[in-house]
């Protein structure tokens, strides 16, 4: 739905966090890393 209502929810950190989550607990470990890879350097979503 994210991807649906904008355009730019690629390119969000978050949104590749929580991408990054489904994908990990769904069996699929090597595409949830790289998701969270995109969202590491957030300040939010990053590590502190």
């Known amino acids: ?3 649906k209502h904008s355009s730019r929810a ?3 950190p978050g ?3 929580c991408t990054g989550l489904y994908l990990w ?3 699929g470990p090597n595409d949830g ?3 969270f890879n995109k969202a590491r350097k957030d300040n939010d979503w990053g590590l502190s």
């Open 10 to 12: 690629k390119f969000d």
């Open 25 to 27: 607990y769904t069996g």
């Open 1 to 3: 739905m994210a991807e």
């Open 15 to 17: 949104f590749s966090y």
């Open 33 to 35: 890393l790289r998701h």
